[in-house]
């Protein structure tokens, strides 16, 4: 996770996506995923926490199974030792048709680290989405199936993401700007 070190004090909460364009746009996204056949959705705790239940819930089949997973990741590193992902061995996935889900696409280690090991677990497919993309930032190669939105290099808040925890249960997309 990118580090956000001014401090917030001295830094305001901006608009970038209002709540209403978000649910439009997780609508369609939701139409869209939902021409594929998708057996389980599989979100990244904690930030995607919000965006997966707004996803889920826009998608018809009500026959999803959503299981979360927790992604830690450790300094900017390649190795898997720099990168845990809690909650694998519970996962059931094995021949399944698998959508993976993550709140923002940044470096890219987190989605494609993820999706690696649920296809490591046997699934059928995996496909990926993220409300977000960060191109700006990318350390990896990786194509996400689903994207919402593109955004430029601001360190976001809101709807689910965080900055130290906090900002989480904003309805709209925001950034931080220093004042
Ligand atoms: P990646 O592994 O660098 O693609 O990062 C994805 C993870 O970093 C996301 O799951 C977020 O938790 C976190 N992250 C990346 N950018 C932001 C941001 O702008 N605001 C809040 N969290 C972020
Ligand atoms: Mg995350």
Request: proline content about 2%.
């Amino acid at each position: 996770m990118p580090k956000f070190d001014i401090m917030i004090d001295m830094n305001e909460v901006a608009l970038l996506i209002s709540k209403d364009d978000v649910q439009k746009r997780v609508s369609e996204l939701a139409q869209e995923i939902s021409l594929q056949k998708i057996d389980v959705v599989i979100g990244a705790l904690t930030g995607a926490f919000i965006f997966v239940s707004d996803l889920v819930r826009a998608m018809p089949s009500k026959e999803l199974k959503i299981q979360f997973v927790k992604v830690n990741s450790y300094g900017k590193g390649t190795e898997r030792s720099s990168f845990t992902i809690q909650g694998l061995e519970s996962l059931d996935v094995k021949g399944k048709n698998v959508l993976v889900v993550d709140d923002i696409f940044d470096s890219g280690y987190t989605l494609k680290n993820l999706s690696n090991a649920v296809k490591e677990l046997g699934a059928a497919q995996v496909k990926t989405c993220a409300l977000l993309d960060k191109p700006s930032r990318r350390e990896v190669r990786f194509d996400v199936d689903y994207i919402g939105f593109t955004v430029e290099n601001v360190f976001i808040v809101g709807y689910g993401l965080d900055c130290a925890d906090e900002y989480r249960s904003l309805p709209d997309i925001c950034y931080i700007r220093q004042k």
